[in-house]
């Protein structure tokens, strides 16, 4: 139990001193009923839970409890195993652009929506620290113009484009 609590506490310390980057800001407003749906992954930075995914894609619904149900499915590159993670999101503040997300409760990690289409085609999430990063879709592909566009505002906050991984949509 010792073991437990010291790993929990060592965990919450290292989240608690990352680095914020105050660059980075939510969009001002996020219409929840707009933004819930399907949204197919353009790119992201690769982490181990999304590691050799192809095919990613989102979900997102209300649940009764206003929370959003989050269901997140891929496929294995090279087994074609299908993957899927389901958590929940709740929102931090009135803006719905910032929310929370667990996969493993009690552990939340930041969702903030840093841009956002007009028309809510496109997406790109991120958190403070840029640790995490993912440039969403409504369809599987995104225009060019769009994605340069949107490498172009990533590279003005400090984000590192060149970790970008670009996502396998069949």
Known sequence: MKYLLSTLFILLFITGCATKDPKIQSV???DLNQYLGKWYEIARYEH???KNCKNVNATYSLKKNNNIKVVNRCQDITTNEKKEAIGEAKKVDNTNSKLKVTFFWP?????????LAKDYSYAV?????KKYLWILSRTKTLSINIQNKIVKK???LNFDTSKLIWTIQE
């Open 48 to 50: 181990f839970f999304e």
């Open 154 to 156: 990533l590279k003005t």
């Open 125 to 129: 999430v991120s958190e403070p620290t």
């Open 28 to 30: 001002k407003k996020l």
């Open 107 to 115: 552990f939340y990690g930041d969702y903030w929506v840093i841009m």
